[in-house]
């Protein structure tokens, strides 16, 4: 919630410099709140929809047996939310809500997947770990301009 403000700003750079590099990068306050309230409204709804997924997810890590599964889907569904939350930030600069991201990825599940597990793993390295987030950021910008955005 604190940094995706900030995320919004890096996923804009990120974006002006793939696709307009001759355009000056602008700073305003008044954009940097006007973002703040559009992340942390995404922010929750995310939240909202991770809880609900996590659930059956954390009955099944209790049920003798079935546990023995729950370590690798845990990874994958924390892949899958890594995507969506930092594909999230670029779609956001564009004006699409939450629900973007998960419709966007799922077409591409296999992508999503590489991405967000790759960033999993990332951030289980000691000190690399604190690069994570802008690598997500720029990453999934870089995986909007090349997948998702509409061709200029």
Not at 48 to 77: D, E, Q, T
Not at 101 to 108: C, P
Request: some cysteine.
């Amino acid at each position: 919630v604190i940094a995706s403000p900030f995320n919004g700003l890096l996923a804009e750079a990120v974006e002006r410099h793939l696709r307009h590099p001759e355009q000056p990068l602008s700073f305003s306050w008044k954009d940097l709140f006007a973002e703040a309230g559009r992340a942390i409204y995404a922010a929750l709804r995310k939240l909202l929809y991770f809880l609900w997924r996590a659930w059956p997810l954390l009955l099944l890590s209790i049920v003798p047996g079935p546990n023995l599964v729950a370590p690798l889907l845990w990874i994958v569904f924390g892949g899958w939310m890594l995507a969506i939350e930092y594909l999230d930030c670029p779609l956001g600069n564009h004006g699409q809500v939450f629900p973007a991201a998960v419709d966007k990825l799922r077409g591409e599940r296999a992508m999503a997947l590489g991405f967000g597990v790759s960033l999993s793993l990332l951030t289980m390295v000691p000190l690399i770990n604190f690069l994570a987030m802008p690598i997500g950021v720029a990453g999934a910008t870089a995986m909007y301009c090349a997948h998702f955005a509409p061709h200029e």
